[in-house]
């Protein structure tokens, strides 16, 4: 307990599954939160979540992948907090389209989400950012990136295209003290993969494929999210820790 004591974090996407996940921890762990989702009831409900077990938060709707949006943000967490330690950019949506149908305006929404999003926040929270010293930024990606699945083309391209990010900002943003690593996540019991949970038969295929003989949980997400987040990860930059149970290792 403690471990983020005296921190300050904000949390995109963390009106449910890995993302409120990440936020209830680290309010455990004794940061305070910024809480960010496009929906605001969603948001809310993390909120209260985290007021219940005696953590700081407030709850902002926002699409990240608006600058204007972000902006607002941003200047909420500095009237709240005058300071940002930690930025977890979690927020991503999925479409699950084959590659031939797929639309303009849907490849467009998945990016503005996943990566255009993610691009918005860590710029516009350098300077709080560089006031913390160490900084840090953990971006969730997926082993969608390096695993593939059909009808996921603009996820997997968003997902692998935030992971190059993470490594050239990790470069780019070292002399500031501002440490960048990225997660990717497998099949995590989450709304996202709902369909893959409530089918029995799919789901067991699943977990028998998968080495550790079971989905992960939004837990699992997050307690690696607290350790690039904390003081533990003080020399680790620039790093992917996939959080699947040792699916890929059998791709």
């Known amino acids: 307990m403690g471990r983020l004591s005296g921190r300050h974090a904000l949390v995109t996407g963390a009106g449910a599954g890995i993302g409120r996940s990440i936020a209830v921890l680290f309010a455990r762990e004794g940061a305070r939160l910024a809480v960010i989702d496009r929906d605001a009831a969603h948001a809310e409900d993390t909120r209260r979540e985290i007021a219940s077990g005696g953590g700081d938060a407030f709850a902002f709707a926002a699409d990240v992948g608006r600058s204007d949006a972000v902006d607002r943000v ?26 031939a149908r797929l639309r303009e305006e849907q490849w467009d929404r998945v990016l503005a989400t996943n990566l255009k999003g993610a ?26 990136m390096f695993r593939h699945s059909r009808k996921l083309a603009a996820y997997a391209a968003s997902k692998g295209a935030l992971a190059s990010l993470s490594r050239s900002l990790a470069v780019e ?51 690696v999210a607290l350790f690039l987040a904390s003081s533990d990860s003080d020399f680790v930059t620039g790093e992917g820790i996939v959080v699947d149970g040792g699916l890929t290792l059998r791709a």
């Not at 009237?79 to 940002?84: E, K, S, T, V």
């Not at 690593?181 to 998968?210: D, H, Q, V």
């Open 119 to 144: 691009m918005l926040c860590t710029q516009r929270a350098l300077p709080l950012l560089k006031r913390a010293r160490p900084g840090k930024v953990v971006n969730i990606a997926s082993i969608e």
């Open 173 to 223: 943003l070292a002399p500031h003290a501002i440490h960048v690593n990225y997660i990717c996540p497998g099949f995590i019991r989450t709304e996202m993969t709902r369909s893959y949970a409530e089918r029995w038969l799919t789901r067991k295929i699943l977990e028998r494929r998968t080495p550790l003989g079971r989905m992960g949980e939004p837990e699992d997400v997050a307690r």
């Open 74 to 99: 941003l200047r909420e967490v500095d009237a709240r907090f005058g300071a940002l330690d930690i930025l977890v950019n979690n927020a991503g949506i999925a479409i699950r389209r084959s590659f």
